[in-house]
């Protein structure tokens, strides 16, 4: 398959094709997700929550996320990179945004970076892209916002230079208004559907990995977490019954 680019990406649009995009944190999973067909990989902020056990998600650095961008970017050939911009960076002002969103490019390997609350940072999208980074401008449908102001929201935005933009909680009238309104491609994280452009889950919780779905059932195309119990279960009863483990030397 041919390496995704941002023309790519908005051709497909044109032509009404789905964008498929993961959020992944780690060279392997990259690595399949790649393999699998997805066109946008995302490094998400969202990994002190979701996979580093952290309560507070502000508290990732921008440090942190150029070294887990890096090993997503080693291991994704054919998709697209993507990137989050911390929250402590983007607080920080104009400048600090833009020196952020460089060095995820050149040091991380990103091809994008995303922007949350890019509603109210136009100004920030702009300059970034001027610096020669693409821009994913996420915003969302918050409460009180009628369907032509969301559209404007999306047009401020387009305006401003984004490259994609991430809409979230969109819905169907919304989000259908939003991705006709706007030549660039809609993506749809958290409360997106078919009506956008294209969707972006967790790898984690696409897979069911969490531990959360040893309890329970999880709305996931697998249960990833109980696959790897039943493994760990049984390599554990190897070791205490003295049998040679699986992939160990044998003699």
Same mark, same amino acid.
């Given at each position: 398959m041919a390496k995704v680019t941002i023309p790519a990406l908005r051709e497909m649009k044109r032509n009404g094709r789905k964008i498929a995009g993961v959020v992944a944190?780690?060279?392997?999973?990259?690595?399949?997700?790649?393999?699998?067909?997805?066109?946008?990989?995302?490094?998400?902020?969202?990994? /002190?929550?979701?996979?580093?056990?952290?309560?507070?998600?502000?508290?990732?650095?921008?440090?942190?996320?150029?070294i887990v961008c890096k090993a997503v970017s080693r291991?994704?050939?054919?998709?697209?990179?993507?990137?989050?911009?911390?929250?402590?960076?983007?607080?920080?002002?104009?400048d600090v945004?833009?020196?952020?969103?460089?060095?995820?490019v050149r040091e991380g390997g990103a091809k994008l970076v995303k922007l949350d609350g890019a509603t109210e940072l136009p100004a920030a999208v702009t300059a970034i892209e001027r610096s020669g980074v693409s821009v994913f401008a996420q915003f969302e449908a918050a409460a009180g916002k009628t369907v032509e102001q969301l559209v404007n929201?999306?047009?401020?935005?387009?305006?401003?230079?984004?490259?994609?933009?991430?809409?979230?909680?969109?819905?169907?009238?919304?989000?259908?208004?939003?991705?006709?309104?706007?030549?660039?491609?809609?993506? /749809?994280?958290?409360?997106?559907?078919?009506w956008l452009?294209?969707?972006?889950?967790?790898?984690?919780?696409?897979?069911?990995?969490?531990?959360?779905?040893?309890?329970?059932?999880?709305?996931?195309?697998?249960?990833v977490a109980r696959m790897t119990l039943d493994a760990l279960k049984a390599y554990t009863n190897d070791v205490h019954e003295g049998r040679q483990?699986?992939?160990?030397v044998r003699v």
């Open positions: 944190w780690d060279f392997h999973v990259a690595q399949i997700a790649d393999r699998a067909g997805v066109e946008i990989v995302s490094v998400g902020d969202s990994i /002190g929550v979701n996979l580093w056990g952290r309560s507070d998600p502000s508290e990732i650095t921008l440090d942190e996320m150029i291991g994704t050939s054919r998709a697209i990179v993507s990137c989050d911009l911390p929250p402590d960076t983007i607080r920080a002002g104009i945004t833009v020196e952020g969103a460089v060095r995820l929201d999306a047009r401020r935005l387009e305006a401003a230079a984004a490259t994609l933009l991430d809409f979230k909680h969109s819905g169907p009238l919304a989000g259908a208004a939003v991705a006709k309104a706007v030549s660039i491609p809609v993506i /749809g994280g958290m409360g997106g559907g078919p452009d294209g969707r972006v889950r967790l790898v984690h919780a696409a897979i069911g990995y969490a531990a959360a779905a040893l309890d329970s059932d999880v709305d996931s195309y697998a249960n483990i699986k992939g160990g």
